[in-house]
């Protein structure tokens, strides 16, 4: 559904995208994983049209460049600012966006993408007294009014309460599962080990690796670490086989309790770049 | 198209909805009109502003000029012609033309025999009530004036009395004596019961006894002068009007990048060229919406005249235009609503301000007469001008015109391209 070649995206000495290439397909939540600064949102900004890339080349399904007007009506994006009309009720910030989309009942449109993301009951509220997590499930709202089928998530969690987290998650896995390609970006590794079918981590403008994420982490994460606390104190061992270290541990007895710390995406960011992803 | 007509749609409710710009777009010129209106006509509780014409000089008119003019409520200008007089009361710098005819002392002199003295008063007829309190401040005068002679009627009454006694002793024929007691004794009626001698007490008669009558007349407007002050002053809110609109939505498009709507604009099926349309759109309504609301506000509530309808429609439209084009100029100039709203407020002030948005154009020394032609608010406010209280016909219409279609096909190229640049 989405197919991007080797983009690169540079302002002026600024490289901020690096010769990123991956593909998205139907039904597929595919996780831009990064810190602050990685060439994310420009990544979006590129394959969504906002910005033409310097080089490479993207596909929005059969329609072609992201910057054609066929394509645009595919596109679905969910900026990371949020990006809603403050003065204006959330059923009028998402009649006018059907309305300009030429949604046939774009009231009943509206109306059915507040229940969804469960801000029926304020529909009518102007947008300025929604909190932080309502305006972000609306701004998700405001992404899918005209039923993209390429959907672009620029971190739709930032600064939700955990409800309204759980709401988003909840949608954007909804959305994978009725077909949609969805390519969303965050720093939150738990979110992207939750929800994605495949990630890439990208780092500096450029994408380090990609892959689901048992992959990644079977490829980048090293072993887990099985921690043994018996009365003759603590043991750690790195290993492959965690449960098989266990089972020694367990055989040779006086263990009084037994941790695994399995490698995570955290791991695997730390093994590709040589920084922490919070870093 | 249609895209775009949602767009301008949704900036318009925005506006309604942002208190400060519906206020600055639609009160403020409203409350500019009416407050210089009334700086202009002098309707405030400073003395009435006449003017005051003599036909004939004589005695009786000249007492009556000077009482007019020591009176505190009247600020006098006597001219030496009617016309002139009349031009005072068109250019709102006096209520009404008092005129004082030749035969005024005649009439004075007949006060008491069944005659009277007569004034005419000229009216600007949009300042009708203004003209009534006018009227009621010189039969005031008037009635001093006379009674200046006779006094009250209880000292008119002992004067009589030492009349009656002088005549006793003099040596005068009977006819003549008798002739005397006569005239006095009508005076004496009068003075306590009336002129026309009917049973009434004597402060009623007094108060419906009126010396003078005083003939009112409306002050036909002649075209290419206007009808009051605020025929200029409603002229003069429209560049208020479109200062208001063009600084509210001038920074539309900085507004939609801060706000990150325009992201979601630009990844919409609409073109660029759409967007921009929309917004030009929105602002070409909200310019023709505030003319129109101060052209009517004028004409009903203080009887400014449209002088040539189609021309009017034609006015409002082109400088509606014609500001879509400024606006789109000052929308491409800056990125930030900030950078927009400060540098439009300071260009656009003093644009507004030469161009006759303060001082009326027609009251402009001749060095800001002509520094006002590099403002497009003069052009506009002309324009209006023209198609009210100036009279204008197609010819003379067209020059104002001609520039504010220019200033919109410019402000429209350019601006929309160098907009289209920066998003």
């Known amino acids: ?279 | 198209m249609r895209a775009a007509v949602f767009l301008a749609l949704k900036d318009l409710r925005l506006l309604m909805r942002d208190r400060a710009a519906a206020f600055f777009t639609f009160v403020f010129p409203l409350a500019i009109a009416l407050f210089f209106g009334y700086v202009f006509s002098g309707t405030t509780s400073e003395p009435l502003r006449v003017a005051a014409f003599v036909e004939q000089s004589s005695p009786a008119a000249t007492m009556l000029i000077k009482a007019l003019d020591e009176d505190g409520g009247f600020k006098l200008t006597v001219t030496d012609a009617r016309a002139a007089g009349e031009q005072l009361v068109r250019r709102g710098e006096a209520v009404g033309l008092l005129i004082v005819p030749a035969t005024y002392a005649e009439g004075i002199d007949g006060v008491f025999s069944g005659g009277g003295a007569k004034l005419g008063l000229v009216v600007d007829p949009s300042r009708r009530a203004e003209g009534a309190m006018l009227v009621g401040k010189i039969h005031e005068v008037a009635f001093r004036t006379v009674f200046a002679t006779v006094g009250d009627p209880v000292q008119f009454a002992r004067v009589l009395d030492r009349m009656e006694e002088s005549l006793k002793a003099s040596d005068l024929s009977f006819t003549d004596r008798l002739a005397i007691r006569t005239a006095m004794s009508r005076a004496r009626t009068m003075s306590t019961q009336g002129a026309d001698g009917s049973a009434a007490t004597q402060s009623q008669s007094l108060a419906d006894w009126k010396p003078v009558s005083v003939d009112i007349a409306e002050l036909s407007m002649r075209p290419g002068v206007p009808a009051n002050s605020f025929a200029i002053s409603f002229m003069q809110g429209i560049a208020w009007a479109l200062f208001g609109a063009v600084l509210s939505f001038g920074s539309g498009i900085a507004e939609e990048r801060q706000r990150g709507t325009l992201v979601r604009l630009l990844v919409s099926p609409m073109s660029p060229n759409q967007i921009l349309f929309g917004k030009a759109l929105a602002c070409f309504v909200t310019c023709l919406a505030t003319e129109w609301m101060l052209v009517f506000a004028g004409m009903f509530l203080f009887r400014v005249e449209v002088s040539h309808w189609p021309l009017m429609v034609a006015v409002t439209l082109v400088t509606a235009f014609g500001f879509s084009g400024i606006m789109m100029l000052l929308a491409a100039g800056f990125r930030t609503q900030g950078g927009t709203q400060g540098a439009g407020r300071a260009v656009l002030l003093v644009l507004a301000m030469i161009g006759g948005g303060t001082v009326p154009l027609v009251f402009m020394p001749p060095f800001l007469r002509v520094a006002s032609n590099l403002s497009p608010f003069k052009w506009a406010v002309m324009a209006a001008e023209g198609a009210t209280w100036r009279s204008w016909g197609m010819l003379e219409m067209l020059l104002p015109l001609a520039v504010l279609a220019a200033i919109g096909v410019f402000g429209l190229t350019v601006g929309t391209a160098l907009v289209r640049r920066s998003i």
């Open chain 1, 1 to 279: 559904m989405i197919r991007v070649r080797d983009i690169r995206k540079s302002f002026g000495s600024i490289i901020a995208v690096d010769g990123v290439t991956f593909d998205v397909h139907r039904g597929e939540i595919f996780g831009l994983l990064g810190p602050n600064g990685a060439g994310k949102s420009t990544a979006i900004a590129t394959c969504t049209g906002q910005l033409a890339p310097d080089s490479g080349s993207i596909e929005i399904g059969e329609a072609g460049s992201p910057r054609a007007a066929r394509a645009r009506a595919l596109i679905g994006l969910a900026p990371q600012q949020i990006a809603l009309y403050e003065e204006l009720s959330a059923r009028e910030n998402l009649v006018f966006l059907a309305r300009v989309h030429g949604m046939p009942e774009p009231v009943r449109r509206a109306d059915e993408l507040l229940d969804m993301v469960g801000l029926l009951p304020r529909a009518r509220d102007r947008v300025a007294t929604f909190s932080g997590g309502m305006q972000r499930r609306l701004n998700l709202a405001a992404a899918l009014v005209h039923n993209p089928t390429a959907i672009f998530l620029d971190e739709p969690t930032a600064g939700v309460d955990p409800q309204s987290r759980t709401a988003i998650l909840d949608v954007v896995q909804r959305l994978a599962t009725e077909g949609r390609a969805v390519i969303y970006t965050t720093h939150y590794m738990e979110e992207a080990q939750r929800i994605c079918s495949r990630v890439a981590i990208m780092d500096r403008g450029r994408v380090l690796a990609i892959g689901t994420v048992a992959e990644l982490i079977a490829e980048h994460g090293g072993d887990s670490v099985v921690t043994v606390d018996s009365l003759a104190g603590e043991h750690r061992v790195r290993t492959r086989e965690p449960l098989r270290e266990i089972e020694r541990a367990l055989a040779e007895g006086g263990a009084t309790a037994v941790r695994i710390e399995q490698p995570d995406l955290e791991m695997v960011f730390l093994a590709l770049t040589g920084r922490r992803l919070r870093d």
